[in-house]
């Protein structure tokens, strides 16, 4: 369908926004489950990939460690560069995250998270993924998994594994890579968010900025004119409801700073959380789901990493984090 819809003289954006008629819309409405914890059974896990190496996870919040398959690393394919970046492909196994019909953001973040990393190893970069399958990052007990849905103490474990699996990775940024949804179909666009309270905050918001922009520049080259909805403090983001101690927190975990007990060793790298498109909009969904839509993003994404890294990294004392 993607296909037929690349006429001569339209982007695909520009093509499947003609085809999303209001009855389609409508009926997406009804598809829609932005609840980020809608459960779904988990593939079986395949063999990590052959090119890949474990990093060591190694701390109390993650006491079973992580699933076959998360926190790997991939060398440089080009010349090496000597840089790191870690990419969290969000949600996963037992999370589908945000879904419409047969779309779901768990899928759709890995493919581009794959597509990513073979462009950035091309450039010189060392990758670590959160997860290279469809899985949770960690080892989750029996009991956090309940009629296949992920709870709530499962979700706060696989929060702290990809942090950790962060910081091991001893990478220089982090991006995590996930997609909207809401309750109306007519609205979409592309929204990229970072941690102010951090004591590298000006580095969350100037990776920020760059993913932001780099997206924008990606989507207008493949010539689709996705809203720009901005760069947003995960403050932002407010109380979910979940738990008392997530409301408390009122940040995103993977990005936000030290609170004990709930998150005792945060990221310690500059990071950002992307969300590309709107799953609950039947044109941006069509587009996350094509080869070309994969790319775009990927392409954003790698481009703003290359800026990210070109300006030198502040002194360790700096880096400390908050």
């Given at each position: 369908?993607?296909?037929a819809l690349l006429l001569a003289g339209f982007g695909l954006y520009a093509?499947?926004?003609?085809?999303?008629?209001?009855?389609?819309?409508?009926?997406?409405?009804?598809?829609?489950?932005?609840?980020?914890?809608?459960?779904?059974?988990?593939?079986?896990?395949?063999?990590?990939?052959?090119?890949?190496?474990?990093?060591?996870?190694?701390?109390?919040?993650?006491?079973?460690?992580?699933?076959?398959?998360?926190?790997?690393?991939?060398?440089?394919?080009?010349?090496?560069?000597?840089?790191?970046?870690?990419?969290?492909?969000?949600?996963?196994?037992?999370?589908?995250?945000?879904?419409?019909?047969?779309?779901?953001?768990?899928?759709?973040?890995?493919?581009?998270?794959?597509?990513?990393?073979?462009?950035?190893?091309?450039?010189?970069?060392?990758?670590?993924?959160?997860?290279?399958?469809?899985?949770?990052?960690?080892?989750?007990?029996?009991?956090?998994?309940?009629?296949?849905?992920?709870?709530?103490?499962?979700?706060?474990?696989?929060?702290?594994?990809?942090?950790?699996?962060?910081?091991?990775?001893?990478?220089?940024?982090?991006?995590?890579?996930?997609?909207?949804?809401?309750?109306?179909?007519?609205?979409?666009?592309?929204?990229?968010?970072?941690?102010?309270?951090?004591?590298?905050?000006?580095?969350?918001?100037?990776?920020?900025?760059?993913?932001?922009?780099?997206?924008?520049?990606?989507?207008?080259?493949?010539?689709?004119?996705?809203?720009?909805?901005?760069?947003?403090?995960?403050?932002?983001?407010?109380?979910?409801?979940?738990?008392?101690?997530?409301?408390?927190?009122?940040?995103?975990?993977?990005?936000?700073?030290?609170?004990?007990?709930?998150?005792?060793?945060?990221?310690?790298?500059?990071?950002?959380?992307?969300?590309?498109?709107?799953?609950?909009?039947?044109?941006?969904?069509?587009?996350?789901?094509?080869?070309?839509?994969?790319?775009?993003?990927?392409?954003?994404?790698?481009?703003?990493?290359?800026?990210?890294?070109?300006?030198?990294?502040?002194?360790?004392?700096?880096?400390?984090?908050?």
């Amino acid at each position: 369908m993607v296909g037929a819809l690349l006429l001569a003289g339209f982007g695909l954006y520009a093509q499947a926004r003609l085809a999303g008629s209001a009855q389609a819309r409508a009926r997406t409405t009804d598809m829609v489950s932005s609840l980020p914890f809608f459960g779904s059974t988990p593939t079986p896990t395949p063999k990590p990939p052959p090119d890949s190496y474990p990093v060591a996870v190694q701390t109390p919040e993650v006491p079973n460690g992580v699933v076959a398959g998360a926190c790997l690393a991939f060398n440089p394919t080009g010349v090496d560069l000597h840089h790191t970046f870690f990419i969290d492909p969000g949600h996963g196994g037992p999370d589908p995250g945000a879904t419409a019909g047969s779309v779901q953001e768990k899928d759709l973040s890995l493919a581009v998270a794959l597509q990513l990393k073979d462009q950035l190893r091309a450039d010189g970069y060392r990758v670590v993924l959160a997860r290279t399958a469809d899985t949770s990052v960690a080892k989750l007990a029996d009991s956090q998994v309940q009629n296949g849905v992920l709870t709530n103490s499962g979700v706060h474990l696989d929060a702290l594994a990809r942090i950790a699996c962060a910081n091991a990775s001893h990478a220089e940024a982090l991006v995590s890579i996930h997609f909207n949804a809401f309750n109306d179909p007519g609205v979409g666009g592309q929204e990229t968010y970072y941690d102010d309270a951090r004591d590298f905050a000006g580095d969350n918001l100037r990776l920020a900025k760059l993913l932001q922009s780099s997206l924008q520049a990606s989507f207008n080259k493949a010539g689709w004119q996705v809203p720009d909805r901005g760069v947003l403090s995960d403050a932002s983001t407010g109380n979910n409801g979940l738990t008392p101690e997530a409301d408390a927190y009122g940040r995103l975990l993977e990005l936000g700073p030290t609170k004990a007990g709930w998150n005792d060793h945060p990221t310690t790298m500059p990071g950002a959380l992307v969300e590309p498109f709107f799953v609950s909009d039947p044109v941006e969904a069509q587009v996350a789901s094509s080869p070309e839509g994969r790319r775009a993003i990927a392409s954003g994404i790698e481009q703003a990493l290359i800026g990210f890294a070109s300006v030198p990294a502040p002194s360790p004392s700096a880096a400390a984090g908050g």
